[in-house]
């Protein structure tokens, strides 16, 4: 099976810098993918890391260490609409994606 | 719009009775994936299908079952229906497994 651990609750301030830690298991692992997701909207793609390093996107940048079972995303420069769930989805060479539970961000003025 | 279709938006239901939920992909995605999201809860897969073919299955119920058609759209059937099957439904779809996917606006579903 696959084991998927991200933060439950996370709070920060607008204009500062955000990270949000996933930390996984599973084996045939392909790909790990970041979504954000609004309430009571649908979830929309952010990045996906394939390789381990840094993929940089505008404001926000996401990392894979695949010998450690860990990612990160990174946000910069916070808005106030970037308050949302951040979902972390590990895809698997079965080709489905699991999701992790989400890190709801709260950014405060 | 995402491209992905989802009907109804809202359903709203007695418990014991069937419903069935309608997906639309976007134009070219072959693969198309159910998940189910309760309130707080995150996002559980159900099934997968790619060009009209299963190709995974999650905790799906028995009372459950889905289809891709050959035209690509899918439906998922839901019957026997309980209180707690009340839920937000996404379809997804994608080009290829192992890509990101792009997911409906959803249907609420509410068993009362």
């Known amino acids: 099976g696959q084991n998927i651990d991200q933060p439950t609750e996370m709070t920060a301030t607008e204009g500062a810098i955000v990270q949000i830690n996933c930390t996984y298991q599973?084996?045939?692992?392909?790909?790990l993918f970041w979504y954000q997701q609004h309430a009571g909207e649908a979830p929309t793609f952010l990045s996906y890391?394939?390789?381990?390093g840094l993929e940089e996107k505008g404001r926000f940048s996401s990392f894979l260490s695949r010998s450690k079972g860990y990612s990160y995303l990174l946000l910069k420069e916070l808005q106030m609409k970037d308050s949302a769930s951040y979902l972390c989805?590990?895809?698997?060479?079965?080709?489905?994606?699991?999701f992790g539970d989400g890190t709801t961000l709260t950014v405060k003025p | 719009d995402s491209g992905v279709t989802q009907t109804p938006k809202h359903l709203i239901t007695a418990t014991g009775q069937r419903v069935t939920l309608r997906c639309s992909p976007r134009?070219?995605?072959?693969?198309v994936y159910w998940y189910q999201q309760s309130l707080d809860q995150g996002l559980q897969f159900l099934i997968q299908?790619?060009?009209?073919?299963?190709?995974a299955k999650g905790n799906i119920l028995e009372r459950f079952s889905a289809q891709q058609f050959p035209d690509l759209h899918s439906e998922l059937n839901l019957s026997s229906l309980e209180l707690g099957d009340s839920a937000l439904y996404f379809c997804?779809?994608?080009?290829?497994?192992?890509?990101?996917?792009?997911f409906g606006s959803g249907t609420r579903l509410t068993v009362v």
């Open positions: 997804a779809s994608s080009v290829a497994t192992g890509v990101g996917y792009t």
């Open positions: 599973t084996s045939g692992f392909n790909g």
């Open positions: 890391n394939v390789l381990d």
């Open positions: 989805a590990v895809s698997t060479n079965a080709g489905k994606s699991t």
């Open positions: 134009s070219g995605d072959l693969s």
């Open positions: 299908y790619y060009n009209g073919e299963e190709r």
